[in-house]
């Protein structure tokens, strides 16, 4: 209860090459933290409810009001954002205490993100999401005392804005094919390449860069870095338009002779493809976790429009086969909620959660076409508008079947850990 107490007092303010490499998570001890504390008890109920409901003062003051006029703009204000959740301690949940963060289990950031969810658009809870569980997990779990006082305290703190520089134009989920190398200079490293679809990048002050730095196994070759976007050489080439997540501005990057120190690099080198393997258990969580309230919520209105919109002298919704559909497809939801908050123990309890987190994340970017897509039918004219919930959602939540790994990445994990997936020979 103590742990939560600083939320409160702020609260007003190659698919294949890369499968293969997955047993060696295995030999990484994945995160545990207390999960004896108010486990499946009233006090532990009261706390999540809480937290929740001090965030969700947040968003309704500082961010809802504004979310049309940023998406009209094609970017939101990422570092006035960053700092107000930071001043009230959101940003670090579960990261360590003595570098800002509350040190509280998983279960409480998978709360967060719950409310971060209402947030009327997608792109500013993936920006979040960004910060909080895709940058930093690897950086707050075995990055360098100087590291973590660096990048990790700011981050926590909301003074800064980063973001995660994996994908490149020809490796977006095959991760072991990307081409950018940071390679070694005396003390220094040197990095060139370039990097693609970065969420953040425009706004971001640093980078969780993945770069080869050696020759040898796309595998373990690699490290992860934390790169100050600030540094010569790094150029952001622009804002990439896209066909939704207005708010959340995404970059193309080129890095030409950057020259940074080699004590950048997070844990130990030739190491990042594994951690980067390990932020994505987190990165996928996160992604389903923020896909539950938007498909309730598209449910939702579109029962109440269908009540009220008449189509041959009856309201729509009286015909069978919408309330049927809606019933089938709120069934789904709680199957995809059900699956999270398993993912979730087991993630707490320090299980390698690998199969189970493809699983939600396949699950809720299927749902996340599929539920719109039957919405919006409903709507008629209207649907087609961008003047309602559901239409945004329709655009917005196409992404969670690419990002983060995508559907068919998905797949080839699945029946990889399920020792269906053929062996070439």
Known sequence: MLRIQKILHFSGKNISTNLAACHQLSSIKFMS?????????????????????????IIDVHINPFVDEWEAAKIYPAHKIMKKLGEAGFLGISHPVEYGGLGLDYRYTMAAMETYSTISCGGIPMSIGVQTDMATPALARFGSEYLKKEFLVPTIAGDVVTCVG??????????????????????????????????????????????????????????????????????????????????????????????IPAKNIIGEEGLGFIYQMLQFQQERLVGAALAVYPLERCIKDTIAYTKERKIFGKPVLHNQVIHYRLAELQTEVEALKALIN??????????????????????????CREIPDACLQYWGGMGYTSEVYVSRMYRDMRLLSIGGGADEVMLSIICKLMGILPVEK
């Open 342 to 367: 398993k993912t979730t123990d087991a993630y707490v309890e320090g299980d390698d959660v690998t199969l189970l987190a493809s699983m939600a994340k396949l699950k809720a970017g299927r749902l």
């Open 166 to 259: 994996v994908s490149e134009p020809q490796a977006g989920s095959d991760v072991s094919a990307l081409k950018t190398t940071a390679k070694k200079s005396g003390d220094d490293l040197i990095i060139n390449g370039q990097k693609m679809w970065i969420t953040n990048g425009v706004q971001a002050d640093w980078m969780c860069l993945l770069a080869n730095t050696s020759q040898g196994s796309p595998h373990k070759n690699k490290s992860l870095i934390c790169l100050p976007m600030k540094t010569p050489g790094v150029h952001v080439a622009k804002n990439i338009e896209k066909i939704g997540m207005y708010s959340s501005d995404t970059a193309q990057i080129f890095f030409e002779d950057v020259r």
């Open 33 to 57: 933290t207390d999960s004896s504390v108010h486990k499946d008890s009233l006090s532990f109920k009261e706390d999540i409810k809480q937290l929740q409901t001090s965030l969700q003062k």
